[in-house]
């Protein structure tokens, strides 16, 4: 098994696994639009997106959103989506898909990764502290819903 950065080739592959995921969360099935999207963050460059694979089959994927600190005048990354199709959980997939993304974001000197996870993903946040992710007990998150 192998972790790679998605290059535009990859893109339609890995959409349906993108779309998988979105049904994963709850979002209705639409494979144009999962393309779409990444193909959006892959032309504008404000996403990373690095793809597991195991035989010519993308098994899982994590991307990485770039950010800024005003406060430290830095780039950091937002690691928004993760995901392992279920038939390879369990074998490391994740923890490999997670140490590409930190390997990537000290390469590039990025101040941090930051992400969030529903309260009740406790097998996540195992696995987050696990590889040196502290949560933040000091900060609320708010949301101002446009849609």
Known sequence: MIVKRATQE????LATLFDEYRQFYGASSNIKQSYQFLKHRYDN?????????????????VLLYLAFSSVACETYYVLDDVYVTPFYRQQGSAKQLIDTA??????ENALRISLETQRNNLESHRLYEQMGFIRDDEFNTFHCFLK
């Open 102 to 107: 930190i390997l990537f974001a000290r390469h």
């Open 10 to 13: 990859d893109l339609h592959q």
């Open 45 to 61: 460059k404000d996403s990373v997106i690095f793809i597991h694979v195991k035989d010519d089959v993308f098994t899982g994927f």
